[in-house]
């Protein structure tokens, strides 16, 4: 096996190369190893694997080689020292969060966040005794009163889903060190290309793979990347022991999707701005969030955090639930589901889907209207879509 990795390589390269571990074969491809564990030459080999005294791959529930390649990929590409592999977004955050707690301890979040994340921190975070507060990611002075002696984590997602509000991760990492906390970023809108939040100074980055880095549609699959230390101190065990574990399989799919990511991410950012301008000011629409757009709500930050803005817009259609699904059942080309980040071009109305198990005072509070759906742009030629958009939009 080799390895290459070269750091000095700019993100596109690193998609295509980083990571990959050849066989004697030599294949051209990144080898798809479907296998549940491995064989020693010798009892005492077995032995000297388990203790971690020689290296080697021991058993795919925490190690292979197609994990490997797909961690070592994605590591290379955030500016990570280590990253671990999972079988969804949704077990990254879990595991990222439940191996940095324990009764007793407390976490600050922006309470907006996508509908399981929230569930994960004020639900189920509370069965085991940990106590959580959400915050307006917005306001700083939210974030520092929240604390508590008892605080270890703050937890944000930035963009957040639905409503694409930008968070200043240096400002919010800066008063999470202050308090002896550690912040995890969940980086799915911003994208690995658009946004480092380790360089910012969070100390962690999940993502859910299911959505760009796959791409198109096939797998689900999560990421959790930090330094080496908190790595082995807060995500190796929990990974290794609980089992929440990536399928090599899915690994494999989702190291052919980072070699086209740049290339997509970059096209339907373009007609993400190109479909936001097309419907701001449209007289069915009441609002519209777009963090390439200077009339942002947090522009300022957008500017100095994110190198590009998005492949998702959200926008309030007039006439409540009833103005959405008129809009929605008007489409043609667009599809209508709860997922993003696709080559095809996808359309969600939260709160019937992703947001559905909060109260409509919550929702309120969150600027998550019955009319408000969130775009996801993908592959196809924008004219084709900003002319599905607008004819449905006839329909309200
Ligand atoms: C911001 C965010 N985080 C995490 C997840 C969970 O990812 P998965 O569906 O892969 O579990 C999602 C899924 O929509 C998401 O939008």
Not at 21 to 42: G, M
Not at 306 to 314: C, H, P, Q
Not at 339 to 363: E, Y
Request: with cysteine; aromatic share 8%; hydrophobic share 40%.
């Amino acid at each position: 096996m080799s390895a290459f990795a070269p750091k000095n390589y700019r993100p596109e390269t690193r998609l295509v190369h980083a990571g990959i571990q050849r066989s004697e074969f030599k294949e051209i491809s990144e080898a798809l190893f479907l296998t549940q564990a491995y064989i020693y030459d010798s009892a005492e080999e077995c032995e000297a694997r388990f203790s971690g005294k020689i290296p080697g791959y021991v058993y795919s529930r925490y190690s292979n080689p197609t994990m490997s390649m797909f961690e070592q990929r994605m590591a290379a590409l955030e500016g990570a020292e280590a990253a671990r592999s999972t079988a969804t977004g949704m077990a990254a955050v879990t595991a990222a969060l439940m191996g940095q707690v324990k009764a007793g301890d407390h976490v600050v979040a922006a309470k907006a966040l996508f509908g399981s994340c929230r569930y994960v921190i004020e639900d189920w975070l509370g069965r085991f005794g940990v106590t959580s507060t959400l915050v307006d990611g917005a306001d700083l002075k939210q974030w520092k009163n929240a604390v508590t002696k008892n605080t270890k984590v703050f937890f944000m997602e930035t963009p957040t889903n639905p409503t694409l509000e930008v968070y200043d991760i240096a400002a919010v990492a800066d008063i999470a060190h202050d308090a002896g906390a550690k912040l995890t970023v969940d980086n799915v809108f911003a994208t690995p290309l658009y946004q480092s939040p380790l360089a910012l100074g969070a100390d962690c980055v999940v993502y859910s793979a299911t959505k760009h880095i796959d791409g198109q549609g096939r797998v689900l699959g999560g990421v959790i990347l930090g330094s080496e230390k908190f790595i082995m101190d807060h995500v190796h065990q929990v990974i290794r022991q609980t089992g929440p574990s990536l399928s090599p399989f899915n690994a494999w799919v989702l190291l052919k999707g980072l070699e086209t990511l740049s290339v997509r991410v970059e096209r339907q950012t373009k007609t993400a701005g190109l479909v936001a301008d097309a419907l701001a000011g449209h007289d069915k629409i009441s609002r519209l969030i777009y963090p390439g757009r200077k009339d942002h709500p947090q522009a300022d930050v957008v500017a100095t955090q994110m190198k590009a803005g998005s492949t998702l817009v959200a926008f309030e259609v007039k006439g409540g639930k009833e103005g959405a699904f008129r809009f929605l059942n008007g489409l043609k080309l667009v599809g209508i589901t709860n997922n993003l980040g696709d080559a095809k071009s996808l359309i969600t109305h939260p709160t019937t889907t992703t947001h559905q198990r909060l109260t409509p005072a919550q929702r309120a509070e969150l600027g998550i209207g019955d009319g408000l759906v969130r775009f996801s742009a993908g592959l196809e030629h924008p004219d084709d879509l900003i002319e599905d958009l607008l004819t449905a939009l006839e329909k309200v």
